[in-house]
């Protein structure tokens, strides 16, 4: 069989089984924590009132983030009914395609190699597509994969600009389109991620940018604002003031420059974040980076080129992120794509390369890898053991592919190829097999989806819902219509058991009161009440 042909079969092979994984179970979970719920139920509000323009969460206006995910969701009601699959399933895609986006800029570094199954092309896209990183955060429905998408879009068509040997404003043009997607994918971070890390490229080369791609700014900025405008023109023309103060002022500038919505995190929070968003690769990005040393940073060739773009891909929107007063771990997902360009040259030397010792290029980072998996399995045993959380049967089936990735990676050296792709099922495998079995014991921990059917069922369907303690957003989408809000716009909060009972007189109808498990005792006072 030729080349060729191996080739093609192993690419549309990894092709069908990322499909598969990516867009299997998306809705064996409920919508979980606080924004996975509350984003699907402003998509539905806005999806009932056959409105793309205005976010709202019961009825009143939501101006915390931009509409491009909205959208997505929108389109998938409309096919698919609501539900949490239909939900999940943009922010899936969008996580299908930052893959694409990668595996097509690889194929325009090394055309030379695409027939090549072990080539940096396919290694980088074994790194994305089983990266822990990208499988969580595809599978939630969350603007940032959303943008991650759309940056690593906009990034594969700068590189395609900067390394073809004639220039083509095609490739510039899909680069500011793609900017403008990220400004309607999660605000200014769209515009400022991308430019900053184009900054970086040419500050760390020490180059200033050619005369045509300055130049490019004279009409790219207008096109990539003409399409942000395609919801920013009407939202800001029909709502004025308001928005502008909520969307850029509170949850842009304020989020960034205060600790206003209690998200604060030292300093270096963002660099373990970025090594477990990596896993099951850390060692090997770790390696990627102690070799920067040895990088001829403004060299001329193609593998230069790309590894200082991909260093500061990797960097910038780690140390913008850090200097934030709210952080959380997914505002660097975007970084993600470039651990994939950097470690893809190392299992490619690990693969194809022998010293003039007889020893693999990267063998020990491998073994490394390896002993990270086993450490890994173990304690994840340990942890279910003490907690209980899902059955052990359920954990040493998830540790199964860990376990024979890491012997494979210690002591299995010859069999290169076979331990790296071993090593790209190790979060595929365990995702799935997480899904099947610990579901049904954590689902009902981390939603209201169960109580609301049961109370349902029962012949509340039409209470009223109230909280206790502490907001409860899963109710916001599983209890649509129905839960009481106060002044501020936040679902109606009872403090104590005096509160329950003043409410009990003032409402004549049953109500619900979704009271956390921790917070039951302070409702004994009830009785005396």
């Known amino acids: 069989m030729q080349p060729f042909t191996i080739a093609k079969r192993v690419w549309l092979l990894l092709f069908f089984a990322i499909v598969a994984l ?97 080539s940096s092309s396919f290694f980088s896209t074994l790194v994305i597509a089983s990266s822990g990183g990208l499988i969580v955060f595809s599978r939630a429905a969350s603007f940032d994969i959303v943008v991650t998408m759309t940056i690593t879009w906009a990034f594969s068509f700068f590189l395609a600009y900067q390394l073809e040997e004639k220039k083509r404003n095609s490739f510039l043009g899909g680069f500011y389109v793609f900017v403008g997607l990220s400004l309607l994918a999660k605000g200014l971070i769209g515009f400022v991620i991308p430019f900053g890390v184009i900054g970086a490229f040419f500050l760390i080369r020490r180059r200033l940018p050619e005369r045509a791609l300055i130049m490019s700014l004279v009409w790219g900025l207008p096109l990539a604002v ?14 004025g003031w308001p928005f502008v103060d909520q969307f850029f002022i509170q949850h842009h500038f304020a989020r960034y420059f205060s600790n206003k919505y209690q998200h604060p995190q030292p300093i270096y929070f963002y660099l373990p974040v970025m090594l477990m968003l990596a896993l ?185 819902v109230f909280m206790f303690s502490r907001i409860e957003r899963t109710a916001e989408f599983y209890a649509s219509g129905r839960v009481v809000y106060g002044p501020d716009g936040d679902p109606r909060t009872l403090r104590n058991a005096a509160e329950v009972v003043q409410q009990a007189r003032r409402t004549p109808t049953p109500f619900l009161l979704l009271v956390p498990l921790g917070s039951l005792s302070q409702l004994n006072p009830i009785a005396e009440i």
């Not at 003409?226 to 709502?239: D, E, F, K, M, N």
């Open 226 to 239: 003409a399409v942000s405008a395609l919801w920013y023109g009407p939202v800001i023309a029909r709502h």
């Open 280 to 464: 099951p690769w850390t060692p090997f990005l770790i390696d990627s980076l102690i070799g920067t040393s040895k990088w001829q940073l403004n060299g001329p060739d193609v593998g230069n080129k790309t590894r200082v773009f991909a260093l500061a891909w990797l960097v910038v929107p780690i140390v913008f992120f850090s200097f934030s007063g709210s952080k959380l771990p997914a505002y660097i997902l975007p970084s993600l794509p470039a651990v994939a360009l950097l470690i893809s040259d190392r299992l490619t030397a690990f693969v194809t390369h022998r010293s003039q010792t007889g020893k693999s290029s990267g063998a020990l980072t491998m073994r490394l890898t390896g002993a990270m998996l086993l450490l890994l399995a173990a304690g994840g045993l340990v942890y279910v053991r003490q907690t209980g959380k899902v059955s052990m049967e359920c954990a040493l089936l998830i540790s199964l592919p860990v376990v024979a990735a890491g012997v494979f990676a210690v002591f299995v050296e010859r069999r290169r190829f076979l331990t790296v792709i071993l090593i790209g099922l190790v979060a595929p495998l365990g995702s799935l097999v997480a899904l099947s079995c610990a579901v049904d014991r954590f689902a009902p921990r981390e939603s209201v989806r169960e109580l609301i059917k049961l109370s349902d069922a029962r012949g509340y369907g039409f209470a009223p």
């Open 22 to 118: 990516y867009l299997y179970g998306l809705g064996s979970l409920p919508l979980v924590g606080p924004d996975e719920p509350r984003y699907a139920q402003v998509a539905r509000e806005m999806f009932l009132r056959h409105d793309l323009i205005t976010p709202t969460l019961d009825g009143h206006t939501w101006f915390e983030k931009p509409a491009l995910l909205y959208w997505m969701m929108i389109g998938s009601f409309r096919l698919f009914g609501v539900s949490e699959w239909a939900a999940r399933l943009g922010p899936a895609i969008a996580g299908l395609l930052t893959i694409v986006a990668i595996a097509w800029i690889c194929s325009r570094l090394e055309p030379q190699q695409t027939r090549e199954p072990r």
